[in-house]
T-cell receptor, first 113, second 116 residues
Framework: DAGVTQSPTHLIKTRGQQVTLRCSPKSGHDTVSWYQQALGQGPQFIFQ???????QRGNFPDRFSGHQFPNYSSELNVNALWLGDSALYLC????????????FGEGSRLTVL | AQKITQTQPGMFVQEKEAVTLDCTYD???????LFWYKQPSSGEMIFLIYQGSYDEQNATEGRYSLNFQKARKSANLVISASQLGDSAMYFC?????????????FGKGTTLSVSS
């Protein structure tokens, strides 16, 4: 049973560029959340997708957008990158029942130069 | 607003000893969930243990137990019989409401180093 998979694992971009990160949830999970983890910090909630719609959003600008596909996989897009966007981006999947336990992928490490 | 505080940037313990990682939280909600996650150097966050705000018993999962003191708003993680593989970053987190599908709020984490 595959867990949460994310791609790419590492990428380097320059300021002003755009990036797309991808996530496939754990089998049987229908909800995908994205978190940003800056170096030495805890993860911060970006947004959550359920039934192909954004259900919750954290305190992130509109440059951060996402999408969920019918197979529950998800993309995170960040436009107009700046240096402060350098971070580990974690995708987490869950079901709509239970305690809300999240299953995380290994993340995509983005470096903005 | 909800907040998680982890005051120990780093903890050091010898193999086979027990260690307590501190976590305090702030919320005005009556219903919430508390989580602990482990993050090894690979980056993946691994779920360890969960405690619901209405659970009267402290949660336990193998070598992990959660010391839940509601009046003090603390949710400390106790790891018994530490192993070298326990060396990692540990995060305490809280759900905004004690139900599935809500965002988690994380603390800044504690780095645990286990030596032989």
């Amino acid at each position: 049973d595959a867990g949460v998979t994310q791609s790419p694992t590492h990428l380097i971009k320059t300021r002003g560029q755009q990036v797309t990160l991808r996530c496939s949830p754990k089998s049987g999970h229908d909800t995908v959340s994205w978190y940003q983890q800056a170096l030495g910090q805890g993860p911060q909630f970006i947004f959550q997708y359920y039934e192909e719609e954004e259900r919750q959003r954290g305190n992130f600008p509109d440059r951060f957008s996402g999408h969920q596909f019918p197979n529950y996989s998800s993309e995170l897009n960040v436009n107009a990158l700046w240096l402060g966007d350098s971070a580990l981006y974690l995708c987490a999947s869950s079901t709509g029942t239970g305690t809300g336990e999240l299953f995380f992928g290994e993340g995509s490490r983005l470096t903005v130069l | 607003a909800q907040k998680i505080t982890q005051t120990q940037p780093g903890m050091f313990v010898q193999e086979k000893e027990a260690v307590t990682l501190d976590c305090t939280y702030d919320t005005s909600d009556q219903s919430y969930g508390l989580f602990w996650y482990k993050q090894p150097s690979s980056g993946e966050m691994i779920f360890l243990i969960y405690q619901g705000s209405y659970d009267e018993q402290n949660a336990t999962e193998g070598r992990y137990s959660l010391n839940f003191q509601k009046a003090r708003k603390s949710a400390n993680l106790v790891i018994s019989a530490s192993q070298l593989g326990d060396s990692a970053m540990y995060f305490c987190a809280m759900s905004a409401a004690n139900q599935a599908g809500t965002a988690l709020i994380f603390g800044k984490g504690t780095t645990l180093s286990v030596s032989s």
